[in-house]
């Protein structure tokens, strides 16, 4: 399967038609990469704002992009629909989910709809390279900079925060680390609800109890000295997102605190569980 691995840039504006601020896309850049590796084709365009025609302070800092640069780009429409035929049936992907959120943030904005014509195949290279590496942690995402340095792949930050530059370093991770993991089993299904559903499902964590999302046998703890089960000897609260109790066991006369948290995601239920003391 060729892919192709896209970055986007963007500027926040409010939009007073819509009443809501939008992540309007100012630039895509793109490498597209076949089977063997090799790269063969770019893409890099820019958008003109419509939302609002002058970039915030930030945008322009991060990206050295001017309101005349923007200026002189094209409509979204212009330049998505021309993205669509660099991609083909090409797989895409993006470092994180967030160029996909935001993309559909754009399509539903330009056009009332959210699906993203040419989102056929989907890979997260963050979520594939950092567990490539064995660092994964959903709750501490490593950044595309970041990440690089941390395995020893070189670049420039002065050319850095460009959606073109930024697709090269994603794809020099990618060759960094492709051989520690199968790459393909990273690369899922989008053009279903499904894929949808999964992109807008918000985590968070259950702080109801009696939730029928709980699985009530993980609010049984064992002693962490004998093993053997303990008695919970009072009420469990809710504390920072979690619950937490005292239990006691009885073999080892002993007390102590455990910590259990109900993390509900698109795919079922993270539980994370701890002996305090």
């Not at 001017?66 to 470092?95: I, K, P, Y």
Request: with cysteine; hydrophobic share 40%.
């Amino acid at each position: 399967m060729n892919y192709v691995i896209l970055d986007l840039e963007w500027n926040t504006a409010y939009s007073k038609s819509a009443h809501r601020f939008v992540n309007e896309i100012i630039e895509f850049g793109a490498v597209r990469v076949d089977e063997a590796g090799n790269v063969t084709g770019e893409f890099s365009r820019l958008i003109a704002p419509r939302v609002k025609k002058k970039l915030n302070g930030r945008v322009k800092t991060l990206t050295r992009l001017t309101n005349e640069d923007v200026a002189e780009g094209d409509s979204f429409l212009t330049v998505s629909a021309a993205f669509a035929d660099f991609v083909g049936d090409a797989a895409v992907m993006t470092w994180g989910t967030t160029d996909i959120h935001t993309l559909m943030e754009n399509y539903l904005y330009y056009c009332n709809d959210r699906h993203i014509p040419f989102l056929h195949h989907y890979c997260d290279l963050q979520a594939y390279c950092e567990r490539a590496i064995g660092c994964y942690d959903e709750g501490n995402q490593i950044g595309l900079g970041r990440f690089a340095e941390m395995i020893g792949v070189q670049f420039s930050e002065e050319e850095q925060h460009r959606a073109a530059a930024d697709a090269y370093l994603s794809l020099r991770c990618l060759q960094a680390v492709q051989d520690k993991l199968p790459l393909r089993d990273f690369i899922l299904p989008a053009d279903c609800e499904a894929f949808y559903e999964r992109m807008l499902f918000k985590n968070h964590y259950i702080t109801d109890l009696s939730s029928p999302d709980i699985d009530r046998e993980q609010l049984h703890f064992q002693c962490d000295q004998c093993g053997k089960q303990a008695k919970r000897v009072k009420k469990w609260r809710l504390r920072n997102k979690a619950f937490q109790t005292d239990f006691y066991c009885k073999s080892c006369d002993r007390r102590f605190a455990a910590r259990v948290s109900f993390k509900k995601r698109y795919d079922g239920v993270k539980v994370v569980r701890k002996i305090l003391s």
